[in-house]
């Protein structure tokens, strides 16, 4: 049975850095499509960014050169390296392995 659970969420200041960690088990990440959503309130969830199985990654133009998606094949792992955060960042932030997803995990960017 698979299961993703994301981790790394919390508040930081304006101009911070957060890093958003997602755990497999029961699949392996290099054989999906992976991705990181978020969801804000009263808005549709949306990709933030992908990491497709040959490597290939597509970021949303909101959040280019500012974050960063990759995986950790040894851990199982998918991650999220967010710098430069802005008050326009904060959502649940949910991580995606075609069709799976995990729970989400908030982040709050507020000075």
């Known amino acids: 049975q698979a299961q993703l659970v994301e981790s790394g969420g919390g508040l930081v200041q304006p101009g911070g850095s957060l890093t958003l960690s997602c755990v497999a088990s029961?699949?392996?990440?290099?054989?999906?499509?992976t991705a990181w959503y978020r969801q804000m309130p009263g808005r549709e969830r949306e990709l933030v960014a992908q990491?497709?199985?040959?490597?290939?990654?597509t970021y949303a133009d909101s959040v280019k050169g500012r974050f960063t998606i990759s995986r950790d094949s040894s851990k199982n792992t998918l991650d999220l390296q967010m710098k430069n955060l802005k008050s326009d960042d904060s959502a649940v932030y949910y991580c995606?392995?075609?069709?799976?997803w995990g729970q989400g995990t908030r982040v709050t960017v507020s000075s």
């Open positions: 995606h392995a075609f069709p799976h």
């Open positions: 029961g699949i392996r990440l290099i054989f999906y499509r």
């Open positions: 990491l497709g199985r040959d490597g290939h990654t």
